[in-house]
């Protein structure tokens, strides 16, 4: 059985979210990684409902965001991987997001990547930054915005002003991860702060 992790009602003014983390070898094919995390979700939904198995259904569609079926569609799911780790986190209230990287793959003359999808302030405080906190920088900058768009269902898209305002309703924290790591989940809403989550990669 999977028991996820509470992260818990302060993170979310009262909402639940439950935080799942899998490691798998680096090697591990992206389908047999999405496989096991995704039967540690369902293990972990089967304990959190206290439910039948036959009433926790997964469903999931290429490009699209992993879901369940009536009577638990209200319920918000949101997966990410790595090679080496995999995370999903459930809300039971509503919307998640989450994202995470390994910051050792961010490749060097990411400016452009940064102005294009982070946006110009963002890009401008990244400018500034010495070469050796870059890579973290970046990296934590890069996984709140795909939380936050995973949260709102959007799909990765060049930053521009009406994005930038639909992303501000939500709120979204870094997560305590293992050195080398970052992570960040998201949720519907405005600005809070929380203690960190520790995540482990094994």
């Not at 490691?23 to 972990?44: F, G, S, V």
């Not at 780790?85 to 050792?104: C, H, K, Q, T, Y």
């Not at 990296?139 to 709140?144: F, L, P």
């Amino acid at each position: 059985m999977f028991t996820p992790t509470l992260i818990g009602s302060a993170l979310a003014d009262g909402q639940d979210l439950h935080l799942l983390s899998l490691a798998t070898p680096d090697t591990t094919p992206r389908a047999d990684a999405r496989a096991l995390i995704r039967q540690a979700l369902h293990e972990a939904l089967l304990n959190l409902l206290a439910a039948d198995p036959e009433s926790v259904v997964l469903i999931s569609a290429p490009g699209q965001p992993v879901r369940l079926a009536p009577p638990w569609a209200d319920i918000g799911l949101s997966i990410s991987h790595e090679p080496g780790l995999s995370l999903a986190v459930i809300n039971l209230a509503g919307p998640v997001g989450v994202d995470l990287l390994r910051v050792a793959t961010i490749a060097s003359g990411s400016g452009a990547v940064a102005r294009d999808y982070l946006g110009p302030d963002a890009a401008s405080a990244l400018s500034r930054l010495p070469d050796e906190q870059l890579q973290r920088a970046f990296a934590q900058a890069w996984t709140r915005l795909e939380a936050r768009l995973k949260c709102l269902a959007l799909e990765l898209r060049e930053w521009s002003p009406a994005l930038e305002a639909r992303l501000t309703g939500c709120r979204v924290t870094d997560l305590a991860m293992t050195e080398g790591w970052v992570g960040a989940v998201a949720i519907p809403g405005e600005g809070f702060s929380a203690a960190p989550t520790r995540v482990g990669a094994g």
